[in-house]
């Protein structure tokens, strides 16, 4: 393994999709699949840009065009500029629309913009938003007039210097850290809703009781407006019923559940008043089950089920955190499913809800971090302790990059967009509160608060050390050693939540000169053949003694790490496909053989 020098720029790399973009209108697609309406205007493409520090006002002259929503650190940008903390990153869109009919209002959505900003049409503030991963809405049904409207939005981005969430984003990258990113990094779109109009859908699978609990929410101007929903089989209309107070608990018997093996999706079509909108759910139960000698196994629907994955970073090498489009997402999701995959790590980041889509339609469970925040971060607490297996309590936050009040609330209500953005997701099955004790604390006290935001799914509260003996799996990481498997003394699932991040080098496929890696290999059948000893000889005995989960690091490489199943660019499957699918129907069958469940 060789580190390198902090702070240079990767080589630029550009995937198939982003080759073939349309920049006159990049991620075409309804961002929001569980809250579709018809009458909608994307406002991805060309935008004009700038760049000034953040004491100055708007700019007379702009720099020239960015390509939202690509971030200006971005190749598929157009710019290949980082913006830095103390200066403000400025967007200008030229908008031609008529004003809204008697009734209407008009709508300006925001996937995410890293890390604040403030929207402004026709000169007039529209709102502000702060955290750079959570998507808003802003009503500017009175800023807009007929014809032509300008919209501007200033944002700002401290990355790993301030209190909002940044993840693995580092103004100093390398190694593990990887280029910050900034400004608006998902779709920006509007819609034209009636004055009251459903702003929100939660939906609650019931498995065991075989029926679906739906709480509407809606917005603009107030009244008791006449609420039904209508869940659809495919073309048939399954159940149907009326809306009391915005609540239907609606029964389903017979239903088709959902699995990765059989990823069956029912349609709703949810009305208030004048307002509907699509959505889809599906009918799974994530919990866990006692095997025939009493070991804890995962459990999807009542039955055992092994988690095999890989962590997931959401890196592309032409669009940072954005990908270069809806089919790039899908392929790599179905890529995955191909090799045996049934779960995906999404790692400190999330991602746009279209990706959520196809892990739901596709079949693939879904691992979802929060977004770690605080620091800096003391490398003996990260990365030297754990390896001599020193445990510490997060109640000292100083030691774990936590000291400030300001930053913790953050998190906390980060917390809470994260869990209702999510909640509908089908395959998502687990919250991770920290990883690796990136800016943790009171995970125990956390891990608590997402259980009563959302009770129907598992919480692995401290990902890979510094347990704090709570939550509902015993997670561990393993690079640099042998696994060996222990039982949970606590009585907790036990999940080797990541390990492997095996290397090889792929010439023409690499962003940097100097490459990070846990071990390295210098032919795809080298890497192929350890990683099949990786697991014959440490994670298939282990399924056996009670081991639920194994995530392998991981999708793909990323900047100067090559420990990837694929290239950065997505060019290159380094492992053999047969190997892998051989090893997870490995996997499968020897869950089947030995967890008969009670």
Not at 36 to 52: D, K, S, T, V
Request: aromatic share 12%.
């Amino acid at each position: 393994m060789k580190r390198k020098t902090e702070g240079t720029k990767p080589h630029t790399l550009y995937t198939r999709w982003g080759r073939e973009l349309d920049r006159a209108c990049p991620l075409p697609e309804y961002p929001r699949p569980q809250l579709q309406r018809e009458n909608w205007l994307c406002l991805n493409g060309p935008w004009e840009y700038a760049i000034r520090a953040a004491d100055e006002g708007e700019p007379e002259r702009y720099d020239g065009q960015i390509i939202v929503p690509f971030s200006p650190e971005s190749p598929l940008s157009g710019v290949g500029r980082q913006l830095l903390p103390g200066q403000t990153l400025w967007y200008r869109r030229a908008v031609e629309m008529e004003r809204t009919g008697p009734g209407q209002r008009l709508l300006l959505h925001f996937g995410a913009v890293d890390q604040r900003c403030t929207v402004s049409v026709n000169g007039k503030e529209a709102g502000s938003h702060a955290g750079g991963y959570w998507p808003f809405c802003l009503d500017i049904t009175e800023l807009v007039s007929g014809g032509g409207n300008t919209l501007t939005v200033a944002a700002r981005d401290e990355s790993d210097t301030g209190i909002e969430a940044y993840g693995k984003q580092a103004l100093r990258r390398g190694g593990i850290r990887y280029t910050a990113q900034s400004g608006i990094w998902q779709t920006v779109w509007m819609e034209t809703v009636p004055r009251q109009y459903i702003e929100n859908i939660r939906i609650t699978p019931l498995f065991g009781q075989a029926a679906v609990e739906f709480r509407v929410e809606t917005a603009g101007e107030e009244g008791s407006a006449q609420g039904r929903i209508e869940v659809y089989e495919e073309e048939r209309l399954a159940a149907a019923g009326d809306l009391v107070e915005g609540y239907l608990r609606l029964p389903l018997p017979g239903f088709r559940s959902w699995s990765p093996d059989d990823p069956f999706l029912y349609t709703v079509k949810a009305t208030m008043g004048q307002d509907t909108v699509i959505s889809y759910f599906g009918m799974r139960e994530f919990g866990h089950v006692r095997d025939e000698k009493g070991r804890i196994r995962l459990a999807l629907n009542g039955k055992p089920v092994f988690h095999t994955g890989l962590l997931d970073q959401g890196y592309w090498s032409d669009g940072l955190y954005t990908p270069p489009s809806d089919d790039a997402m899908a392929w790599e999701i179905a890529e995955l499913k191909k090799l045996g995959f049934n779960i995906l790590r999404k790692h400190i980041k999330i991602e746009p809800l279209r990706w959520y889509y196809h892990c739901d339609r596709l079949g693939m469970l879904v691992w979802q971090d929060f977004v770690s925040g605080g620091g800096p971060y003391r490398h003996m607490v990260t990365e030297w302790l754990p390896f001599i297996n020193v445990r510490l309590s997060d109640g000292r936050y100083g030691l774990f990059g936590r000291s400030g009040g300001e930053g913790r609330a953050v998190f906390e209500r980060d917390m809470e967009r994260t869990v209702q953005l999510l909640y509908n997701a089908v395959g998502l099955a687990v919250w991770v509160p920290f990883n690796e004790g990136w800016g943790q604390f009171d995970a125990c006290r956390i891990a608590d608060a997402v259980r009563s935001l959302d009770p129907t799914r598992l919480i692995d509260h401290a990902s890979g050390w510094h347990d704090q003996r709570c939550g509902d799996f015993m997670s561990r990481h393993i690079y640099y050693k042998r696994y060996r498997y222990k039982n949970d003394p606590a009585g907790r699932i036990p999940a080797l939540t990541e390990f492997g991040g095996y290397s090889c080098p792929t010439a023409g496929h690499m962003a940097s000169d100097t490459l990070f890696g846990y071990r390295m290999y210098q032919t795809p059948a080298e890497l192929t053949a350890a990683f099949v000893k990786l697991y014959r000889d440490e994670v298939l005995p282990a399924v056996e003694r009670g081991l639920s989960a194994a995530v392998y690091t991981q999708v793909s490489d990323v900047e100067d790490e090559i420990n990837g199943v694929f290239t950065y660019d997505r060019a290159v499957q380094k492992l053999d496909a047969g190997a892998v699918q051989g090893i997870n129907a490995k996997l499968r069958q020897a869950l089947s053989l030995c967890c008969s469940p009670k």
